[in-house]
C-alpha cells in the first residue's frame, strides 16, 4: 500500500492545502484515502472539522464520502475503513487528552489496527502563561515519539492547536514549537492553526505579531461557521491524500 511509502516523508499542510474549486486533488488518491483507517481523537472544532467533512460529503458524494463508525471501537476497523473518531480527555486539561490517546493506541487495541492516528488539543487548553505551553508541548512531543517508535507502522499526524480571536500568545507558543519539531524531524503536520488564521485571500490576520482565528471563521471566538468547517476539512482531505500517497502536485 502506498500509505508505507509515505512514512518517513515529509507532510505539512497549512493555509496552501485548501482546494476550493475541487480540481486539485486526484480522485484515484482521494479513493485510496477512504481505504485508511483513521483514528482521531478531538474535542468541539474537531467536531467542526467532522461537520465540514459531512458537508463536502453531501455537496459531493462520490468525491468525499468516508465512512464514520457511530460508536467505534477496534475491532470496528478489523474490516472497516473511514474515520473512527473519538471525544479525547477534558478540556482545560491538556495532558489528560494526551494520556488518553496513549491508552487508545496502547490499551485498547488500535495500536494493532489502524493506518493513522492523530489527536487534537483545544483553544481550552491553553491559559496565558508561555512556560505552560512549553510544558505541555514537551508532554505532547514526549508521548507521541514514543508512540512513534513503538508503533513504526502507524502514519502519526502531529496538529498545532486552533486559535481564539484573541489571547493566543501561549497556543502560539506552543504551535511554534510543534512545527519547529515537525520540521526539524520531518513528521506529518496538520496546521490548523495557519488555517484559521489565514483569511480565504491568504492574508494573516494578527494582533502585535500573535496570529488570530479569522473573524469570518467564527461567530463564538472560537468555534467555526461553516465556511471555517468547510475550508478545514477540505485541508484534512488534502492531507489524507498526502498519506495515501500523493505527491502535492
Known sequence: MKLLLLL?????????CVDERDRLLPKEYLDQARSLR???GHQSVGGNLLEGLEDLANADADRYAIERPSDPD???FAEGRGIAEFGVGQNDNPRSKIEHFVRKIRKEGFGDRVDVAMMKLCFLDFGESEADADAVFESYRDAFSALEKDYPRIRFVWWTAPLADGGNRARHRFNERVREHCVSKEKALFDL???ECHDPRGKRHEA??????YPGYTE?????TEEGRRRVARAFWWLLARVAGWSGK
Open 38 to 40: 483513521v483514528l482521531f
Open 208 to 213: 502585535d505579531g500573535t496570529p488570530l482565528l
Open 74 to 76: 477496534a475491532d470496528w
Open 220 to 224: 463564538d471566538g472560537g468555534h467555526l
Open 193 to 195: 492553526a495557519d488555517l
Open 8 to 16: 518517513a516523508a515529509q507532510v505539512v499542510v497549512d493555509h496552501r
